[in-house]
């Protein structure tokens, strides 16, 4: 969702908050989802109470877009579409399944937190390759690599004679 969607979203508590008022389309254009997966959350039960208007369409609240958002957040942590589905369950329960909620979050957090550490380690392999590549004595290398005809009058001797570099 991106920053445009936030300026047209009404604050909770607001009287428009939960006011059904936005087509479809419109709110495929404001959450970044595709229609199709709107209609699959809503048959799922990931998003439920989305209204209707007079001819039966379905008409979405910025209620609805905040959750999409946070369904979205969820998902980039890895969260399975089941576990967001019994989160979906524990709100509709109400107050009592906070404690449960509060567990999932905790161990999303973790998990998150994990892929972060992850991540990070990727980046410092990926800047180690960077650094070897760019290295003026893998040039040569890299570039009897790419030489396809090895023939004298098309590479250099030296370029044709070196070996590659290594992975």
């Not at 389309?25 to 007079?54: C, K, P």
Request: proline content about 4%; hydrophobic content about 40%; charged content about 30%.
């Amino acid at each position: 969702m991106g920053a445009a969607m936030w300026d047209k979203i009404t604050e909770k508590g607001h009287p428009d908050y939960e006011r059904p008022r936005y087509s479809i389309g419109e709110a495929s254009e404001l959450s970044g989802l595709t229609r199709d997966t709107l209609r699959w959350y809503e048959r799922i039960g990931l998003l439920s109470s989305v209204g209707r208007d007079h001819t039966g369409k379905r008409r979405f609240s910025d209620r609805d877009l905040n959750w999409l958002s946070l369904i979205g957040r969820l998902r980039l942590t890895g969260m399975s579409v089941a576990d967001m589905i019994r989160y979906a369950e524990l709100v509709r329960a109400g107050e009592s399944t906070y404690p449960e909620r509060l567990e999932m979050f905790r161990q999303t957090r973790a998990d998150a937190l994990a892929q972060i550490e992850e991540l990070r380690q990727t980046v410092a392999v990926l800047d180690r390759k960077i650094a070897l590549y760019e290295s003026s004595e893998v040039g040569e290398h890299v570039a009897a690599a790419v030489c396809l005809d090895p023939s004298p009058a098309t590479c250099a001797p030296s370029a044709a004679a070196a070996p590659m570099a290594s992975v």
